[in-house]
């Protein structure tokens, strides 16, 4: 109970830096993380300036850059860290639109990261196009491996009479999830463990999800796809979510693929296991070239590049 208490007193520090940071107009857009590095390598960047260098480029900063009563907010919060006579956050803030959202700071390199970045705005793009031009009103929705809980959030606020679930086998993004939609004013949501589908009951209007796609030789939860080439974990999204559509429901899956000599492994894969009457559905890269710095790692040496698609699945009826 004390360890609760003291949970709950650290998230609800967390969420008061960021109404204040929304407060002062702060905004972020979070890069790849080999941008990250690469900008941060730059000699001017080794220390904090200002907010977007603490809360957005993850830069050391001396203490006297805060007020004291900011760093004391951060000290409740629990989040900062100390890097002999300057300090560090371990958490992010980043901007979506009009949405601020909390996650892990750069480099995400702890098994439990909670990670956000250009794949979250495609994902997003990805959503919002899809509820602005669905004739199918959603009713029931779930967002799976929700990390910041953007998914979730957007289907929330757009439809704001659904019930939207939020589930991840990561208890840190279910924490950032709750906190994110606090800050954002979101009632419909509800945050739960799960590993897919398997927490849940019923079916659902819509099921989105980003995945983790990469060969990751730490297994980190949110980059780790699992598989011969991360894979793994979108086939069983496809295919724990193709039961539990409702009639005229759909899937959303942006993920991506290692393409081998010309070949959409994904695709061929996918193509076997939507076969049928019962369900349409449609495939599109959506950019045909990303994380290219993956490719000199171990396990990726016939990868000729690394797409991004969108799988979109409609159950008929």
Not at 9 to 17: S, Y
Not at 104 to 125: I, K, N, Q
Not at 141 to 169: F, K, M, N, T
């Given at each position: 109970?004390?360890?609760?208490?003291?949970?709950?007193?650290?998230?609800?520090?967390?969420?008061?830096?960021?109404?204040?940071?929304?407060?002062?107009?702060?905004?972020?857009?979070?890069?790849?993380?080999?941008?990250?590095?690469?900008?941060?390598?730059?000699?001017?960047?080794?220390?904090?300036?200002?907010?977007?260098?603490?809360?957005?480029?993850?830069?050391?900063?001396?203490?006297?850059?805060?007020?004291?009563?900011?760093?004391?907010?951060?000290?409740?919060?629990?989040?900062?860290?100390?890097?002999?006579?300057?300090?560090?956050?371990?958490?992010?803030?980043?901007?979506?639109?009009?949405?601020?959202?909390?996650?892990?700071?750069?480099?995400?390199d702890s098994s439990d990261a909670v990670f956000f970045g250009p794949d979250s705005y495609r994902f997003a793009r990805v959503i919002q196009d899809y509820l602005q031009h669905s004739p199918k009103r959603v009713q029931h929705a779930v967002d799976?491996?929700?990390?910041?809980?953007?998914?979730?959030?957007?289907?929330?606020?757009?439809?704001?009479?659904?019930?939207?679930?939020?589930?991840?086998?990561?208890?840190?993004?279910?924490?950032?999830?709750?906190?994110?939609?606090?800050?954002?004013?979101?009632?419909?949501?509800?945050?739960?463990?799960?590993?897919?589908?398997?927490?849940?009951?019923?079916?659902?209007?819509?099921?989105?999800?980003?995945?983790?796609?990469?060969l990751d030789a730490g297994e980190r939860v949110y980059r780790h796809g699992g598989g011969s080439l991360g894979a793994e974990l979108s086939l069983r999204i496809v295919e724990q979510a193709r039961e539990r559509l409702a009639p005229g429901g759909?899937?959303?899956?942006?993920?991506?693929?290692?393409?081998?000599?010309?070949?959409?492994?994904?695709?061929?894969?996918?193509?076997?296991?939507?076969?049928?009457?019962?369900?349409?559905?449609?495939?599109?890269?959506?950019?045909?070239?990303?994380?290219?710095?993956?490719?000199?790692?171990?396990?990726?040496?016939?990868?000729?590049?690394?797409?991004?698609?969108?799988?979109?699945?409609?159950?008929?009826?």
């Amino acid at each position: 109970m004390q360890l609760e208490n003291q949970q709950a007193r650290a998230d609800e520090a967390l969420l008061q830096l960021g109404r204040r940071l929304r407060a002062d107009g702060y905004r972020f857009t979070c890069v790849t993380p080999a941008t990250h590095s690469h900008v941060n390598a730059r000699p001017e960047a080794q220390r904090a300036h200002n907010l977007r260098d603490v809360f957005g480029w993850s830069r050391p900063f001396a203490p006297s850059l805060l007020s004291p009563d900011e760093l004391q907010q951060l000290e409740a919060a629990e989040v900062l860290v100390s890097q002999g006579e300057r300090l560090r956050s371990n958490v992010r803030w980043s901007s979506l639109d009009d949405l601020l959202l909390v996650h892990s700071a750069w480099p995400t390199d702890s098994s439990d990261a909670v990670f956000f970045g250009p794949d979250s705005y495609r994902f997003a793009r990805v959503i919002q196009d899809y509820l602005q031009h669905s004739p199918k009103r959603v009713q029931h929705a779930v967002d799976i491996g929700c990390g910041s809980g953007i998914g979730a959030l957007i289907i929330a606020r757009a439809a704001p009479h659904a019930q939207v679930s939020a589930v991840d086998i990561n208890p840190q993004a279910l924490r950032y999830t709750a906190i994110n939609a606090a800050l954002a004013g979101v009632t419909n949501l509800s945050i739960e463990p799960s590993d897919l589908l398997d927490g849940l009951s019923g079916r659902f209007d819509l099921i989105v999800a980003n995945p983790p796609y990469m060969l990751d030789a730490g297994e980190r939860v949110y980059r780790h796809g699992g598989g011969s080439l991360g894979a793994e974990l979108s086939l069983r999204i496809v295919e724990q979510a193709r039961e539990r559509l409702a009639p005229g429901g759909t899937l959303l899956l942006y993920t991506g693929v290692a393409i081998v000599e010309g070949r959409d492994a994904l695709l061929e894969a996918a193509r076997l296991r939507l076969a049928g009457p019962e369900l349409s559905w449609s495939y599109k890269e959506i950019d045909p070239d990303v994380f290219g710095e993956q490719l000199l790692e171990v396990g990726y040496q016939n990868v000729e590049r690394i797409a991004v698609v969108e799988l979109r699945v409609t159950r008929n009826g």
